[in-house]
Nanobody, 126 residues
Framework: QVQLVESGGGLVQSGGSLRLSCAASGDTFSSYAMGWFRQVLGKEREFVAGISKGGSITGYTDPVKGRFTISRDSRKNTVYLQMNSLKPEDTAVYYC???????????????????WGQGTQVTASS
């Protein structure tokens, strides 16, 4: 089993940047594909980005393509989400997720992920 802790959220102006971090512990990091999801109050949790176990494959939801970058650091057992050119519609609670099933670059449902962090708030104001 793996435990996930997100950090790095905050308040920024539209057009600004944030880098979210998700620290994994309790199990072998390389055994897990990793992902980022986000959720607004009253809305369904939605996929943002995913990365394969080896880090060679990444995938993004269309609204963030070209602006967000997911990466992982095996030495730090950490996955990152670099968010640039933030927009008000990016405002949400962002959750880190993990699964032992490999990620191949597709858009995926929250139900397909097994382990979750507690979330970190991202607010981009206009």
């Amino acid at each position: 089993q793996v435990q996930l802790v997100e950090s790095g959220g905050g308040l920024v102006q539209s057009g600004g940047s944030l880098r979210l971090s998700c620290a994994a512990s309790g199990d072998t990091f390389s055994s897990y594909a990793m992902g980022w999801f986000r959720q607004v109050l009253g809305k369904e949790r939605e996929f943002v980005a995913g990365i394969s176990k080896g880090g060679s494959i990444t995938g993004y939801t269309d609204p963030v393509k070209g602006r967000f970058t997911i990466s992982r650091d095996s030495r730090k057992n950490t996955v990152y989400l670099q968010m640039n050119s933030l927009k008000p519609e990016d405002t949400a609670v962002y959750y880190c997720a993990a699964r032992k099933t490999q990620y191949y670059g597709d858009t995926t449902s929250p139900s397909e992920w097994d382990y979750w962090g507690q979330g970190t708030q991202v607010t981009a104001s206009s």
